[in-house]
Antibody, heavy 114, light 112 residues
Framework: EVQLVESGGGLVQPGEALRLSCAAS????????MNWVRQAPGKGLEWISF????????YYADSVKGRFTISRDSAKNSLYLQMNSLRGEDTGVYYC???????WGQGTLVTVSS | DVVMTQSPLSLPVTLGQSASISCRSS???????????VIWFQQRPGQSPRRLIN???DREFGVPDRFSGSGSGIDFTLKISRVEAEDVGVYYC?????????FGQGTKVEIK
């Protein structure tokens, strides 16, 4: 069974950094397409980043390009999202999702506030 | 960026009746392989999203056949036949044909 468990969220101040993790089980993460999607409180879904299982190519939403970096670790079967220069509008629940969004984690909450 | 416009944004439905959600894109979503990469999701209150429909009309394994997707190009529809209480939630369309991928605003389905 595919399982995704996000961690690393928390309260940070504007301008600070945070790294989110997504631990995968039931499949080999490095050969799967993976995404990060976020949801601001009471708002809709926003796709923010993708990494290709086949090529490692990465894509980002304009709202996070240059500040966020998606990566993965085959030994740990985990996905990461390095978030730098955080802003208030980055507040929300961050989800990792596998293989064209077939599976989702439970999400981790990031709050950016002074 | 491709804009996905859903309508309606709120949809009160009587139990047992059908519901239809429209999603219109700002440009054609037909990919080079002929597919339109539109996905429909359901998000029940307090839960993570769940994929219902892939490639505009392919129902996910385990999703009730009350749910169906249709469309190609710029116009897409999610239909729920015989709405049940468990169908309450927010439904989103998303396009995966053009970078950056984009979601619709969401349609809240509630029982009258």
């Amino acid at each position: 069974e595919v399982q995704l468990v996000e961690s690393g969220g928390g309260l940070v101040q504007p301008g600070e950094a945070l790294r989110l993790s997504c631990a995968a089980s039931g499949f080999t993460l490095i050969t799967s397409d993976m995404n990060w999607v976020r949801q601001a409180p009471g708002k809709g879904l926003e796709w923010i980043s993708f990494i290709s299982g086949a090529t490692g190519a990465t894509y980002y939403a304009d709202s996070v390009k240059g500040r966020f970096t998606i990566s993965r670790d085959s030994a740990k079967n985990s996905l990461y999202l390095q978030m730098n220069s955080l802003r208030g509008e980055d507040t929300g629940v961050y989800y990792c999702s596998q293989d064209k969004f077939a599976a989702w984690g439970q999400g981790t909450l990031v709050t950016v506030s002074s | 960026d491709v804009v996905m416009t859903q309508s309606p944004l709120s949809l009160p439905v009587t139990l047992g009746q059908s519901a239809s959600i429209s999603c219109r894109s700002s440009e054609s979503l037909v990919y080079s392989d002929g597919n339109s990469y539109v996905i429909w999701f359901q998000q029940r209150p307090g839960q993570s999203p769940r994929r219902l429909i892939n490639k505009a009309s392919d129902r996910e394994f385990g999703v009730p056949d009350r749910f169906s997707g249709s469309g190609s190009g710029i116009d897409f529809t999610l239909k729920i036949s015989r709405v049940e209480a468990e169908d309450v939630g927010v439904y989103y369309c998303m396009q995966g044909s053009r970078w950056p991928w984009t979601f619709g605003q969401g349609t809240k389905v509630e029982i009258k």
